[in-house]
């Protein structure tokens, strides 16, 4: 059973300063819920109960975020906007937090490898808040379903155009069935020469505790990072590790394009200003 999700939160955000110099970009905004906020949503509803935050220097917001707010929880109730005010004390109670520091942004590898002892001794998630899937299923849950028929380690995947694989990492895997790859190799932002694949590696992670070893195994590399997919790749050389071909309209909200193309989606699925919305969409001349 994965009961825990490790959220890598430490980054600097460079790619939207300076809307980043002082609010964490996990706290961006769609519409009006955070990046983080969406991607610990699907995490609860694939059954995961524990979220562990990575954090870093400037990311107290998004601890205030998931706390209570007890003056503003006072003057919601005074001014009697009781839907507001429950909404405000459902993000509180939603889920299990636990904060573990990383003090310098050294990588991906390195940031899960920081949650080790909160993690323990069991299979865990990674979720990168970066990565918005809006799907039926959980896009987490997905991968859960796949963990366990194959007991193995498990990544999120979906196919990209040529122009984008130098974008990602990408998979060199065996189809064994409809949507689901035993992953053989990873090359990280290959060119179109190069890539084994059409097929990149989204944000979403389903791990076994091994992976710790692996990681503390693992050189750092280009800016003295440790990568997580150099971890992954040795897991894939050792042993079985799949890939999953995720259902669901996955948005990159790391780049600024990716970013604005969610906001208008999640927008555009809210009744109350949905036409509206719609009707200004259309007036716009490009």
């Known amino acids: 059973m994965v009961r825990k999700a490790v959220y890598p939160v430490a980054g600097l955000g460079t790619r939207f300063l300076p809307a980043t110099k002082a609010v964490p970009k996990e706290m961006l905004p769609l519409v009006d819920k955070p ?11 694939a059954g995961i109960e524990v979220a562990v935050f990575v954090t870093g220097r400037g990311k107290r917001a998004i601890e205030d975020h998931f706390d209570r707010a007890w003056e ?24 299990e937090v636990v904060y573990v520091r990383q003090g310098m942004p050294l990588g991906l590898g390195h940031a899960v490898l920081r949650a080790k002892e909160a993690v323990g001794d069991e299979p865990f998630a990674v979720i990168l808040s970066d990565d918005i899937v809006d799907a039926d299923k959980p896009c987490i849950g997905q991968l859960i379903e796949v963990y366990e028929r194959f007991n193995a380690p498990v990544i999120a995947l979906k196919r990209v155009p040529d122009e984008e694989v130098s974008r990602y990492g990408i998979v ?10 035993r992953i053989e190799d990873m090359v990280e932002k290959p060119s179109v020469e190069e890539a084994p694949s059409n097929y990149a590696i989204v944000g979403r992670y389903v791990l076994t505790p091994d992976v710790f070893e692996k990681l503390e195994k693992t050189r750092p590399g280009k800016g003295g990072e440790i990568q997580l997919t150099d971890a992954l790749r040795e897991m894939a050389r050792e042993g079985p590790f799949y890939g999953v071909v995720f259902e669901g309209e996955h948005f990159d909200c790391g780049s600024k394009l990716g ?3 969610a906001v208008v989606h999640f927008a555009l699925k809210r009744d109350e200003f949905r036409m509206e919305f719609l009707d200004y969409l259309r007036t716009l001349v490009i």
């Open 259 to 261: 970013f604005l193309k």
């Open 72 to 95: 503003l929880e006072h003057s919601l109730e005074s001014s009697n906007k009781l839907e507001l005010l429950e909404e405000v004390k459902k993000i509180s109670e939603m889920i």
């Open 35 to 45: 990046l983080i906020q969406y991607t610990v949503e699907e995490a609860l509803s």
């Open 172 to 181: 060199k895997g065996v189809k064994v069935e409809e949507g689901i790859f």
